[in-house]
């Protein structure tokens, strides 16, 4: 111990002192502020810079998500309007079909109405003309029996070869 | 080189078993030159009256004598010394004492102190155990203390520029110009460091970021960055300086570490809160009987911590500097390949060792510096969550 205080010398305590607070005052003013401030900015620019990357990538996919949205959107809207497209499509067929059955139907009842009409129109015009002919024939055959019988005979078979001809 | 590893081990234990015989061959050689140099050593010790101290003679002691100065501070800058001759290579450096005035003179005067200086009609000599300017007559006479050996003449406040004041300038001046350089090259490259100086970039940040924030704290660390970092480097390049051929001791020199010992103790206790007080003098959460016995035991801490920060310091560098001296010795002394071989690997493996060593403890002595402020500047809520 005796031989550690004795080599203490105040003279080296003394530059030692001196030297090194001179030494701490003038880097702090021209060198650790410097230094540190610059590394500090700089610390806080790569972090910044970062931040911005990684809110650019977020923004980017941000954006992506809702392209993806928007075209998700789009691409079911297109569905919906194909398939609503294909079902007029086929509720018209359809419509068209039934109108045109009961239109069809309709036509061939009045056609089959009309025919009906026509038809006993037409019989009832045979029936006139069968009896009117008949008539005729009654008349013509009770003049000919009148006149002669053989002529008669040939003349109802005549006439009757005449109505199948008819 | 090596064709396995066995042969190598063969070798190295071979050399090893060898060495006892090589050293013994030696030692008794040496003891010739001892017995050789007998005759003039007498002559030396009729010599030693007049000059005050003797010149070492064989070559053992004269490592011890280099070696112990070595690790002193010293008037003069001695870059080789050739003891046959007595011839010293180097320059002298100024010597300023106060002694009733100020006296100003060139250390060359004393002739690396072998000579008795005079200035203004005072005499001064060179104490050669000590390497300390003493105040003494014409004659260079020196009274020992019976008791402690050491000289009791009176003693000038000296304030030489000696090699450490020296060393402590080159630093000085190299760190402000390295730092200012690196500081300014930032504003010219962009923010980016660029230059020599870069390659101290990654220290500061990491003094800043593994050492001031994690043991002082986010809110209070910057205003002791300045001092912090001025220390590491202080310390680390004159670990460094050190460790060169120069030969300089100057953080192994107690008074330099006592000085940066006493700075961190006044700038924590200056600095600490109302906190840090209260846990020294009146600690919370004890009995009120125990707070009486802890106070001076905590207060005996306050100086205990910069105390021990002083002694590792000195200690290591000072240590080192005497063994990495000691084996470096030993080339001279063992004069044989194999003896004076391994101890060259050995000194050069020491030397790596200092570096290390050069490093760790500036890394120490500001992380304990930091600590110590760390504990000056505890908040309150700190406290309460280790009771």
């Not at chain 1, 009896?131 to 053989?150: F, G, P, T, V």
């Not at chain 2, 003449?153 to 730092?179: Q, Y």
């Not at chain 2, 504003?187 to 390659?199: C, L, P, Q, T, Y």
């Not at chain 2, 704290?217 to 002791?224: A, F, P, R, V």
Request: overall charge negative.
């Amino acid at each position: 111990m005796d031989k550690l205080i004795n080599q203490f010398e105040f003279g080296l305590f003394f530059w030692q002192v001196l030297i090194f607070v001179g030494l701490i005052l003038l880097l702090k003013k021209f060198a650790w502020k410097p230094i540190l401030d610059a590394v500090n900015d700089r610390e806080e620019g790569i972090k910044n810079a970062l931040l911005a990357a990684e809110n650019a990538k977020k923004d980017m996919q941000n954006l992506k998500a809702d392209n993806e949205k928007l075209l998700a959107e789009a691409r079911a809207e297109r569905d919906l309007m194909l398939k609503e497209a294909r079902e007029i499509k086929e509720k018209m067929i359809a419509d068209a079909k039934s109108e045109a059955q009961t239109q069809g139907e309709k036509m061939i009842d009045q056609a089959k109405a009309s025919i009906e009409s026509e038809k006993n129109a037409a019989m009832a015009e045979l029936k006139n003309q069968v009896s009117s002919l008949s008539l005729e024939i009654a008349e013509k055959l009770l003049k000919e029996e009148l006149s002669n019988k053989e002529a008669q005979t040939k003349l109802v078979e005549k006439m009757l070869g005449d109505a199948k001809l008819n | 080189m090596v064709i396995s590893k066995k042969p190598l081990q063969f070798i190295l234990a071979m050399t090893m078993a060898l060495m006892p015989i090589v050293n013994f061959a030696n030692s008794t050689n040496d003891s010739t030159v001892v017995e050789a140099h007998a005759a003039p050593k007498t002559e030396e010790v009729a010599h030693e009256e007049g000059h005050g101290h003797a010149e070492p003679t064989d070559i053992k002691s004269q490592v011890k004598a280099f070696t112990k100065h070595h690790v002193l501070d010293s008037h003069d800058f001695t870059l080789y010394s050739d003891f046959k001759e007595g011839k010293h290579v180097g320059f002298p450096l100024p010597v300023i004492l106060w002694d009733n005035g100020l006296h100003v003179f060139s250390s060359s005067k004393f002739h690396h102190g072998e000579s008795v200086a005079e200035s203004n009609g005072n005499y001064y000599v060179i104490n050669h155990h000590d390497g300390k300017i003493y105040k003494t007559d014409e004659k260079g006479t020196i009274h020992e203390d019976e008791k402690t050996g050491h000289p009791s003449n009176a003693r000038p406040i000296d304030f030489s520029i000696t090699k450490s004041v020296l060393f402590i300038l080159i630093t000085a001046f190299l760190m402000f110009f390295i730092f200012v350089r690196l500081a300014k090259s930032y504003a010219k490259n962009g923010g980016i460091a660029s230059g020599f100086g870069r390659i101290f970039e990654p220290l500061v940040v990491y003094i800043r970021d593994e050492i001031a924030i994690p043991n002082i704290g986010e809110k209070n660390y910057k205003k002791y960055m300045s001092y912090l970092l001025t220390i590491f480097f202080f310390i680390l390049f004159l670990n460094i300086f050190g460790l060169t051929p120069l030969g300089v001791n100057v953080t192994g020199n107690l008074t330099i570490t006592f000085s940066l010992a006493i700075l961190t103790f006044l700038i924590t206790n200056f600095t600490a809160n109302k906190n840090y007080w209260g846990h020294i003098f009146w600690m919370p959460g004890v009995p009120k009987l125990m707070r009486i016995v802890l106070a001076p035991i905590e207060l005996l801490g306050v100086i205990i911590k910069p105390f021990s920060l002083m002694i590792r310091l000195y200690a290591n560098i000072f240590a080192g500097h005497i063994v990495l001296m000691s084996i470096i010795g030993l080339m001279f002394i063992f004069k044989s390949w194999i003896g004076s071989t391994l101890s060259f690997g050995l000194s050069f493996v020491l030397s790596i060792l200092e570096i290390l060593v050069a490093f760790l403890q500036a890394y120490i002595f500001t992380m304990l510096s930091a600590l110590y402020f760390g504990s000056a500047n505890e908040e309150h809520h700190h406290e309460e969550a280790h009771h």
